[in-house]
């Protein structure tokens, strides 16, 4: 049973070097966009408490606001695991990629411009990755 230990770890030497860059490139965009949105949750907050909305959108606003963060986030550690799958990444990297074009897609329904183009980045990067592999 001592190799049993060495067939179950994988390498990440197994996954080309543009596989890897394109995936490390988008969680990491996918993170700095979670970090920059979540950034913003004290001020967002208090522009809503300050408004005429009704109290139950002041109580749940901050938890909605996060739940963005927190997707972005998800995402980019499901687009991480992909780095030591043996199989099934390529199909994990097709929903990551369709979920942030959704995403992408809300962002610019709300005028979000700047952060709609950086999700359409990330989500090319793990497409991108995807055929790399």
Do not use: Q
Not at 1 to 25: A, H, N, T, Y
Not at 71 to 83: D, E, I, N, P, Y
């Amino acid at each position: 049973m001592e190799g049993s230990g060495s067939r179950s770890s994988i390498s990440l030497s197994s996954k080309s070097r543009s596989f890897r860059f394109f995936v490390i490139l988008g969680c990491l965009l996918l993170t700095l966009m979670a970090v920059f949105h979540g950034s913003g949750l004290k001020f967002v907050t208090a522009s809503v408490v300050e408004s005429n909305s009704e109290d139950f959108i002041k109580d749940i606003f901050p938890v909605l606001f996060l739940h963005t963060s927190m997707h972005l986030l998800g995402l980019a550690v499901f687009g991480l695991s992909t780095l030591w799958m043996r199989e099934g990444h390529n199909t994990v990297l097709v929903i990551i990629s369709s979920l942030i074009a959704v995403s992408a897609f809300a962002a610019f329904y709300l005028g979000a411009l700047i952060p709609g183009i950086l999700l359409l980045t990330a989500g090319f990067c793990f497409l991108i990755a995807r055929y790399r592999s």
